[in-house]
């Protein structure tokens, strides 16, 4: 099986932009979670989609909003850049649970300038 | 929210040797999981342990709930263990909203 790809891998913005992150997930996984990593703050949880639908949700402001689409597929957005949404950003598949293993992809690096 | 606390921060190795990371955490939890994240970046889901032991060939993982933490053994280590290892934990009852440690960072060396 393939494993989880992300797209772009690297981004470069500027302050007050947008941008559009997506993440296809292993083939039959419903499940795709999200991740930002910083140096300040290490791993964090954004979100979690199954089946089309935002199941969990960590502590980020509404700039951060996500979606999933019937493939599975899923794209998350940050609006109105900061300097401090620079950092890696992970996204992770799983059969259905979150006690099932997560696969995660390589990762996009957004710097905002 | 919970407090995840990973000890040694730092850990350096020659090649061969055995190491014990920690993860200590403030509250109930139904979920616990260590990662290993290589110096490329790549993350690996190593195990979900909320209680009990578990080995997966040279490495195993004790979470003793009762007693808020877990351990993360790395047996006769090679170059390639070398990274960050994570442990990520969520509260019982409810959505799963994982919490990270800071993680371990772990070189070893040939």
């Known amino acids: 099986k393939a494993g989880v790809t992300q797209t772009p891998r690297y981004l470069i913005k500027t302050r007050g932009q947008q941008v559009t992150l997506s993440c296809s997930p292993i083939?039959?996984?419903?499940?795709v979670s999200w991740y930002q990593q910083t140096p300040g703050q290490g791993l964090q949880f954004l979100f979690e989609?199954?089946?089309?639908?935002?199941?969990n949700k960590g502590n980020f402001p509404g700039r951060f909003s996500g979606r999933q689409f019937s493939n599975s597929r899923s794209e998350m957005n940050v609006s109105t850049l900061e300097l401090g949404d620079s950092a890696l950003y992970l996204c992770?598949?799983?059969?259905?649970?979150?006690?099932?293993?997560?696969?995660f992809g390589p990762g996009t690096r957004l710097t905002v300038l | 929210g919970i407090q995840v606390e990973q000890s040694p921060p730092d850990l350096i190795l020659q090649e061969g040797a055995n190491s014990t990371l920690r993860c200590n955490f403030s509250?109930?939890?139904?979920?616990l999981q260590w990662f290993h994240q290589n110096p490329w970046g790549q993350l690996i889901n190593l195990f979900y342990?909320?209680?009990g032991t578990k080995q997966n060939g040279r490495l195993s993982a004790t979470t003793v709930a009762t007693e808020r933490y877990s351990l993360l053994y790395i047996s006769s280590s090679q170059t390639t263990d070398s990274g960050v290892y994570f442990c990520?934990?969520?509260?019982?009852?409810?959505?799963?909203?994982?919490?990270f440690g800071r993680g371990t960072s772990l070189i070893v060396h040939p």
């Open positions: 990520a934990v969520a509260l019982s009852g409810g959505s799963y909203i994982p919490t």
């Open positions: 992770a598949s799983s059969s259905e649970r979150s006690t099932d293993t997560q696969y």
């Open positions: 989609y199954f089946s089309e639908t935002q199941r």
């Open positions: 342990i909320p209680s």
């Open positions: 083939s039959g996984h419903r499940s």
């Open positions: 509250d109930s939890v139904n979920n």
